[in-house]
Nanobody, 124 residues
Framework: VQLQASGGGLVQVGGSLRLSCAAS????????MGWFRQSPGKEREIVAA????????YYVDSVKGRFTISRDNAGNTLYLRMDDLKPDDTAIYYC??????????????????WGQGTLVTVSS
């Protein structure tokens, strides 16, 4: 599966953005999908993940209550709605996919496919 992330940009503190990740090549419903981010000098971290059926989600503590991950399997698209953005959210955001069982997140297994990243900059 090929992944193409988009939607990044420059936003002020407290603002909102919605990232999109278009999947092609194979149907997205076969994969658990997630959003990761990496900022300069820091390790890449998982931000959010969603199960194949969309029924299970995971968020890193720092974004809980502010970010929402969702997916449109019919449209082969993954989303990340980001509200109340903070300067610490500044990073390159990557979407990723991995094969997994239905209705699971399998948080301890690695992701197999990665998009190219989209830059989010939150200015104060």
């Amino acid at each position: 599966v090929q992944l193409q992330a988009s939607g990044g940009g420059l936003v002020q503190v407290g603002g909102s953005l919605r990232l999109s990740c278009a999947a092609s090549g194979r149907t997205a419903r076969k994969y658990v999908m997630g959003w990761f981010r990496q900022s300069p000098g820091k390790e890449r971290e998982i931000v959010a993940a969603i199960s194949r059926d969309g029924g299970l989600t995971y968020y890193v503590d720092s974004v809980k209550g502010r970010f929402t991950i969702s997916r449109d399997n019919a449209g082969n698209t993954l989303y990340l709605r980001m509200d109340d953005l903070k300067p610490d959210d500044t990073a390159i955001y990557y979407c990723a996919a991995k094969q997994a069982r239905w209705s699971t997140l399998q948080l301890d297994t690695p992701y197999d496919y990665w998009g190219q990243g989209t830059l989010v900059t939150v200015s104060s």
